[in-house]
């Protein structure tokens, strides 16, 4: 039976449905005389008709089932298969009965009325999702509101929150806590939809956010903007894989229990509640109202399960209601969640309430605009009038109007931004989730990078500075200096970032870096100050290289999915530390050279199906794409361009994607492979990312030395499987530790070409791949104490005599 478990675990419900139509004519046997008032309806369902005078019926639903019965007074009753979605005539000839008494026996049933209701609610999941629709469209409010809780008891008691009258009216209770609101946007908007082609389109026609601005908390509350569908199978929430209650497995992880019946809004719908079987499965726990007839989901309101596997989340409530808008369909009209985060339970630190409310009305059912009309340079559309609504226009339009304190929340956060407690916490978060502290029109950090050590520089100290949104939106200002007690030099930099075109994101970037530099560290960690593992080393950080750069980028959102990065860069390199730079020649071997510099012009296409955004004024978060991501980049380096010394293209192509498994929790891959064309030294080649620290490194080569391996045509792939709590929840013990399994495997093959090796000798470690391509494993444990990661990894190949093959890494490791 696990295969069948295994088969309905990835099977999607999501098939278009059609109607079912059946026409005929119901006649006597014998006579052929038509059977007035006949009842004509589709097996073990509520949908059906009567015949007419003349005996003819016509039937036609989404709702059909495989059989239609007839059934008339005093004749046999006929059951005959019917062909789903299409449309067909059935005649019906009915035979007299002949009347006979049985025996009768009455026994219990051999199913649970919950498990029968269940079982039709998934029967009918396809139907009642609006998928199965042709086209539709309507109106959306949209409400997030974000407040800080766990304030105490004794923050009324501070003089200085005493002194401010108009504070103490905002603190409002919920489930027995005090919060404050912090936050609240708004907007009103269009959304069209049609599928065959599939398109949408949504048109934002008002939008405004009120309250504390900059609060980078986006990345904690992002799924919020994602839509929960009962009608899927898994609910994602938080990076998360919640398992519906109707899933088509849903039986195999909830109990059920048929409750009660009643009337909502004139329609007859059974009540239904639901709690988990297990403890540690990511589960709710809650109730449904069901439709009799059609079987849908008429509303529904769920917790997440206290024992459910999750962080930093005290409290998740949503609460969903649906309507039927037209005949046999639905759409939901009211969508409500509120979670509550902190960061640990019962935690006395002041944490956040995320509220969000969406309203839909004025529904167009499967009339859909012609392809043409979803065209648009992105899936949301603003208009230029858009956060530009007086108050008098959010009072005729917005579908619920605000509160008080809704009304006033600037006013009050121009009140409650005196209160030290509150500034404290405001700029804490924002140090927190961005490492730098905000200083009015200027923010100071980074606090990831404010000391480090390597065996050239010694200990290092370094202080970032940049603008901030109050200075402006559209423009950004940085610089660095940093400095070296061993070598007792300043290093220094600067950057622009500028928004060119800021409804469609166009940012350019121009910048200067005089530096160090560690070349073959991870995507994540491109400097040494960069490296936060830098105080735990496995081997000394000694082949450095001094980086003096300059030049500038332009990324540009083309389309809705595709992204085109394009730059120039001039740089020249100089060896520190052990690092050497040796040109063969012709009599005593090789020359040693001081430096060396290239100017490259580079051109990267990436395309991502679908992806969303969180956006702020010069960064944005990613809140992922269903679908692979693809990049293609294209190098080229030019001789002679301001002194630069080699000539040679580069081609590399990546793809790579998170999707989530459901209950055997998330996977992410990588996979792969460039090519150089020309000569040129190798630190402007394939150098394969390594790591010699203790600390683990997603994006590196965790066994690997730095220049172990050096390439000009290499492939490589990389994945990573978060398997939440499906292991470890089983066991009673750790489930309450909430420890998680984490497997990952990377492996890299590569080639050197001779000319490279003629243009500048590699350095003493680099090994050539040979026809054995580096591998490593790695299997461990996350979310000890909810903020660590520890691995053990296996390096598989190319061994190193005197080295164990198994070492340790860790890392800070924040998930939900």
């Given at each position: 039976m696990r295969w069948i478990l295994f088969i309905f675990l990835f099977t999607s419900t999501y098939l278009t449905a059609q109607k079912?139509?059946?026409?005929?004519?119901?006649?006597?046997?014998?006579?052929?005389?038509?059977?007035?008032?006949?009842?004509?309806?589709?097996?073990?369902?509520?949908?059906?008709?009567?015949?007419?005078?003349?005996?003819?019926?016509?039937i036609e639903s989404y709702y059909a089932t495989d059989s239609l019965v007839v059934r008339a007074s005093g004749f046999e009753t006929k059951t005959v298969a019917v062909k789903q979605d299409e449309s067909q005539v059935l005649n019906f000839r009915m035979e007299p009965i002949t009347q006979t008494t049985d025996e009768v026996f009455i026994t219990a049933p051999d199913e649970k009325p919950s498990t029968i209701l269940h079982r039709r609610i998934v029967r009918n999941k396809h139907i009642n999702n609006k998928e199965k629709l042709e086209a539709y469209s309507y109106q959306s409010y949209n409400k997030i509101q974000l407040d800080l809780n766990n304030i105490g008891d004794d923050f009324e008691g501070r003089k200085i929150v005493q002194n401010l009258n108009l504070v103490m009216d905002y603190l409002d209770t919920m489930d027995g806590g005090k919060y404050l609101p912090l936050i609240l946007t708004e907007s009103l908007s269009e959304y069209y939809y049609r599928t065959n082609p599939t398109k949408k389109k949504e048109v934002v026609s008002a939008s405004r956010i009120t309250g504390v601005k900059n609060l980078e908390v986006n990345q904690f509350l992002g799924e919020m903007y994602q839509d929960i569908n009962v009608y899927e199978n898994y609910i994602g929430i938080f990076d998360k894989s919640f398992i519906s209650p109707i899933a088509n497995f849903g039986l195999g992880y909830y109990k059920f229990y048929l409750q009660d019946s009643a009337f909502i809004d004139n329609q007859w719908c059974y009540l239904m509640t639901f709690k988990p079987k297990r403890k540690g499965d990511l589960t709710f726990e809650g109730e449904m109202w069901v439709h009799d007839t059609t079987y849908a989901i008429k509303k529904w309101s769920a917790n997440v399960a206290d024992d459910a596997n999750i962080n930093y989340v005290n409290g998740f409530y949503l609460e969903q209601m649906f309507n039927q808008v037209e005949d046999e369909v639905w759409m939901l009209t009211y969508d409500r969640l509120i979670v509550d985060l902190n960061v640990y339970d019962n935690s006395k630190l002041l944490g956040?309430?995320?509220?969000?409310?969406?309203?839909?009305?004025?529904?167009?059912?499967?009339?859909?605009?012609?392809?043409?009309?979803?065209?648009?340079?992105?899936?949301?559309?603003?208009?230029?009038?858009?956060?530009?609504?007086?108050?008098?226009?959010?009072?005729?339009?917005?579908?619920?109007?605000?509160?008080?304190?809704?009304?006033?929340?600037?006013v009050m956060i121009d009140s409650l931004n005196e209160v030290p407690l509150f500034k404290a916490f405001k700029n804490l978060t924002f140090l927190a989730t961005t490492g730098f502290y905000p200083l009015g029109k200027i923010e100071l950090g980074n606090i990831r990078s404010l000391i480090s050590y390597n065996t050239v520089e010694g200990f290092r100290n370094q202080i970032q500075l940049r603008t901030s949104n109050d200075f402006s939106e559209r423009i950004e200002f940085s610089g660095k200096l940093a400095y070296g007690y061993l070598d007792q030099q300043f290093k220094y930099g600067g950057g622009i970032r500028f928004n060119v075109t800021p409804k469609k994101r166009g940012m350019l970037k121009v910048f200067y870096d005089y530096d160090v530099q560690q070349l073959g560290l991870g995507e994540n960690a491109a400097d040494i100050d960069g490296a936060f593992g830098s105080l735990l080393r496995t081997k000394?950080?000694?082949?450095?290289?001094?980086?003096?750069?300059?030049?500038?980028?332009?990324?540009?959102d083309i389309g809705k999915s595709f992204i085109i990065t394009a730059g120039g860069q001039w740089k020249s390199l100089s060896a520190l530390g052990e690092t050497q730079f040796r040109v063969p020649n012709s009599y005593v071997g090789f020359d040693f050279i001081n430096e060396v510099s290239t100017f490259e012009t580079s051109l990267k296409i990436r395309y991502a199906k679908n992806e969303e955004f969180i956006s702020g004024s010069f960064d944005r978060i990613s809140i992922g794409s269903k679908y692979p991501i693809v990049s293609l980049e294209g190098v080229l380096g030019i001789k002679g361009v301001l002194g630069s010394d080699y000539e040679y293209q580069k081609l590399e192509l990546k793809i790579k994607h998170s999707p989530k498994l459901g209950v055997f929790g998330k996977l992410y891959y990588e996979i792969y492979g460039g090519m150089y064309f020309g000569q040129a030294a190798y630190p402007f080649l394939k150098v394969h990312e390594g790591s010699q620290t203790y600390w683990f490194q997603s994006m590196a080569h965790n066994r690997m030395d730095y220049f172990e391996f050096i390439s000009d045509r290499y492939v490589g792939a990389?994945?990573?499987?978060?398997?939440?709590?499906?292991?470890?929840?089983?066991?009673?013990?750790?489930?309450?530790?909430?420890?998680?399994?984490?497997?990952?495997?990377?492996?890299?093959?590569?080639?050197l070409s001779s000319k490279q090796r003629t243009a500048m000798l590699m350095p003493d470690n680099t090994t050539a791949f040979g026809y054995t391509p580096y591998v490593e494993s790695a299997i461990g444990i996350e979310n000890i104490f909810k903020v660590f990661r520890v691995d053990a990894v296996w390096r598989m190949t190319h061994l190193k005599p005197g080295d164990s093959p198994v070492g340790i890494r860790a890392k800070f490791s924040i998930r939900f």
């Open positions: 079912t139509g059946v026409s005929g004519l119901v006649v006597e046997d014998e006579t052929g005389e038509p059977i007035p008032f006949a009842s004509v309806f589709f097996k073990d369902s509520k949908i059906g008709t009567e015949t007419d005078f003349d005996g003819k019926y016509a956040l309430y995320g509220r969000k409310l969406t309203t839909r009305k004025n529904f167009v059912i499967n009339k859909p605009h012609p392809p043409d009309f979803y065209k648009a340079s992105e899936n949301v559309v603003m208009l230029d009038s858009a956060n530009k609504r007086d108050e008098e226009y959010w009072r005729k339009h917005r579908h619920i109007p605000l509160n008080k304190q809704e009304e006033d929340i600037d000394p950080l000694n082949q450095l290289i001094f980086v003096e750069k300059f030049g500038a980028e332009l990324e540009k990389t994945a990573e499987h978060h398997f939440n709590g499906l292991f470890f929840d089983r066991v009673p013990l750790i489930r309450k530790l909430k420890w998680r399994l984490v497997a990952s495997a990377k492996s890299v093959w590569g080639e």
